[in-house]
């Protein structure tokens, strides 16, 4: 009994040292995986590797990520797939296989730097996707009601406390190692060599259980008809738009029109943004930027982490067809869409295609420039 009465004492003690020294709050969750040895999860060299898997199903099905009727029939109510990008300049460029995204969300992160969340309906057929970075909160919160299953290298405290809260389980390559590869040939610092691919993401998502049938029921956006004319967007023309994300100025949204393709060309750091695994130009069929109250963390500043107030909607601009619509934005809740207002009141109609959406911070709305 003696025993049993100081081993309780003990316990008690070490319970109220943790408590008073407020340590809890300190430890990142382990969320995306199971719990394993701390260390850099980027000096894993990964088992996974660059690869397919051929798809047969016929590409007919409703894609809700781009509104069209394009996506494999087998993908039918499943979740789409997010990988989250590294785009440090220069070392993350040239970036692998996002030319093939159907919706990009750009957003910045710490230092001013951004990030990039690629969505696909379907990543079997891509060779290689990266260089694959950790995962962000703000990331999360835009897109947790597309409910994507999400590829990454590592989060921040925010973000898995925002995973446990909503129950989210993501594949983080620090524990699902068959989730990434490693390309030595760049010859750059260990967390810009991380890669996934088609085949390593349907090993993983297979081996570790990973729930695939989706419970959102709505589109990314509120497209027209697959079969619809293409609305042009009435506030004005506009044959380029280009806007900073934050205060570092390289960080920027730099589309201009195409008029051949009928497309936005991106370009960042006064460069074009090619994939390096097609050498193809970025292009999309719509781009929308989003100005948003963005602040860092209090306690964070060393870190830079940022909040993104998305509760208070904000002002915005959709383009394309070489023309744009001056537009009011508000999500109003985590498990809430965004929902997008013409000046007029009525809901935004988007064009059906590939998306660039960007959330800069609106401290930077005075210095947006839209060319006619």
Known sequence: MKRLLTLLLVLTAILSLVSCSGSSEEIPLQIGGPITEQKNPYEQEGDGSAGTVEVTSEKTAYNPLTGLNNMAQDRVGKRPIAVSVNNINPYAWPQMGISKADYILEIETEGGITRMLCLFSDTREIRAIGSVRSLRDQFLEALYPLDPIIIHIGTSIYADRAMAQYSYRTID????SSAIWTDRTRRRDIEHTKFTSGDAIEKTISSAKILTDSTSKISAFNFIGADDPKIIPGTGTASAIKYNFSTVSSYDGDFRYDEETGKYLKWQFGKKHVDGETDEQLSFDNVIVLFADISII????KAGLVKVEFSKGGKGYYLSQGHYEEITWTK?????????????????QVNVGNTHMGVADVDNLSRLVITP
């Not at 209090?298 to 500043?301: K, L, M, T, V």
């Not at 109003?332 to 935004?348: H, M, R």
């Open 332 to 348: 109003s809740d985590y498990p809430s869409n965004f929902v997008f207002t013409k000046l007029d009141g009525t809901e935004l």
């Open 173 to 176: 390559g620090g524990h699902y």
């Open 298 to 301: 209090p306690g964070e500043q």
